[in-house]
């Protein structure tokens, strides 16, 4: 069964940075689409980004669009978002997975962003 791991995860201030990554169990390294989720307290978990299987084609949803960067690195079966001008309402637990037929559901990582 793979396992998908997810870090980076922190405490940032208003207009700070972070970076998360996954990465999975599975070999060879897997030639998915990939996407990053998040779910906020008390709401339904939400999707983020979505990344190519050779990282070419990048989508964001509006909310976060400008702001955050998706990337993979595929000879190291990781994927990474960048986050940048994080706002108090981007605090949540981020998770990363397939885009279909989804793996089961890592712990996540921890993102809080002070006011």
């Known amino acids: 069964q793979v396992q998908v791991t997810e870090s980076g995860g922190g405490l940032a201030q208003t207009a700070g940075s972070l970076r998360v990554s996954c990465a999975a169990s599975?070999?060879?390294?897997?030639?998915?689409?990939m996407a990053w989720f998040r779910r906020a307290p008390g709401q339904e978990r939400e999707f983020v980004a979505v990344i190519s299987r050779s990282g070419g084609i990048t989508y964001y949803a509006d909310s976060v669009k400008g702001r955050f960067t998706i990337s993979r690195d595929n000879a190291k079966n990781t994927v990474t978002l960048q986050m940048n001008s994080l706002q108090p309402a981007d605090t949540a637990v981020y998770y990363c997975?397939?885009?279909?037929?989804?793996?089961?559901w890592g712990q996540g990582t921890q993102v809080t962003v002070s006011s």
């Open positions: 599975e070999r060879p390294p897997p030639s998915y689409n």
């Open positions: 997975n397939k885009v279909s037929n989804l793996w089961p």
